[in-house]
């Protein structure tokens, strides 16, 4: 079997616990570490967006990799984002996940700086001609605001080291070329971002979700994809209407363009799977703020707890 087909099924981008210093809060990544693994989880994915990488120091990422890594012991397989500007820091967080028994790297297109679909490729290909470890590309264009092209993904996909692909764009147009282009290449690995439109990604031939809402409910994402497996489609509706209706009541609280960080950790929070801290420039919802959001996080939570009794029946 090739080393692709461990990367399949729901992989959480996982939030980065931190203190008020902004230091790794080690003890609640390793009760969320558990937490995830507990609720079967196929994989784990740290320094992606939802672990604030753009935010957080290098030596926070640096003590994230070592500490995710030795907790994790191999149970699941560990993903790492690299993404970075500079191609060396890229290239030494690399080195550490190597080291420290990672099992793949995941990198957006470099930001910042403008660039061209055949600068996106050269840069891919001397990234994985550098790195010791599988690579995954990671479309993020409304962040980084530089598009991965479906042509440019097919082109990247020759290289032996590139195996797959993160479609954050929210477009499910663009899901849809992606599963066409890579049809005839089933071990090039296609996952969806957003999870609002999970189920209907892997109808179209996707291999999985990296889903931030997997950090409060993994078993709920877990259901879903192995219902999608089984064929239950009456299932795989219930799980999915369910997944919309927390990221209206976490995601979408108030006119901040990052309620959907701050209401996943305030959530988290509430759980103790974090003490709330956001990197600057974010900032943790006010107290009045918080209330009104827990007051719908126990909806959400009485929500799931209901799906998931009903999908096990």
């Given at each position: 079997?090739s080393l692709?087909?461990?990367?399949q ?26 937490h ?25 990422k ?19 984002g ?6 060396v820091q ?28 055949d ?23 409304s ?9 440019s ?11 797959g692909?993160?479609?954050?764009t ?9 599963c ?21 990604t ?15 409910f ?16 009456d ?19 108030g ?5 959907y ?10 759980e ?5 801290t ?6 943790a ?29």
């Amino acid at each position: 079997m090739s080393l692709t087909h461990t990367f399949q099924g729901i992989f959480p981008p996982m939030i980065t616990p931190l203190n008020p210093d902004f230091s790794l809060d080690v003890s609640h990544t390793e009760k969320l570490i558990e937490h995830l693994i507990e609720g079967g989880v196929h994989g784990i994915f740290i320094i992606g967006t939802t672990g604030e990488s753009a935010s957080i120091s290098m030596d926070v990422k640096s003590d994230l990799i070592r500490l995710t890594c030795k907790q994790v012991a191999g149970r699941v397989p560990v993903l790492v984002g690299i993404t970075e500007s500079s191609f060396v820091q890229s290239l030494d967080l690399a080195a550490v996940a190597f080291e420290s028994g990672a099992s793949a790297l995941v990198a957006a297109t470099p930001f910042y700086i403008n660039i061209d679909q055949d600068e996106v490729v050269n840069y891919y290909q001397k990234l994985a001609d550098a790195v010791k470890l599988p690579l995954f590309l990671y479309d993020m264009p409304s962040h980084t605001k530089v598009k991965i092209e479906v042509e440019s993904a097919v082109k990247l996909s020759a290289h032996p080291n590139i195996i797959g692909l993160k479609d954050s764009t929210g477009d499910k147009a663009n899901f849809a070329a992606l599963c066409e282009a890579f049809k005839d290449q089933p071990d090039f690995r296609l996952f969806i971002g957003p999870e609002e439109i999970l189920a209907e990604t892997l109808e179209m031939g996707g291999h999985g979700g990296v889903s931030g809402g997997g950090n409060l409910f993994p078993k709920l994402y877990v259901s879903l994809y192995e219902a999608f497996q089984k064929q239950e489609s009456d299932k795989v509706q219930n799980l999915q209407e369910t997944i919309l209706f927390l990221s209206k009541n976490i995601y979408q609280n108030g006119t901040y363009k990052s309620s959907y960080l701050k209401g996943l950790k305030a959530a988290l929070a509430f759980e103790d799977l974090c003490d709330g801290t956001l990197a600057l420039p974010l900032y943790a919802y006010a107290e009045p703020e918080q209330e009104a959001l827990r007051e719908r996080f126990a909806t959400v939570k009485d929500r799931v707890e209901q799906a998931l009794l009903e999908v096990s029946a």
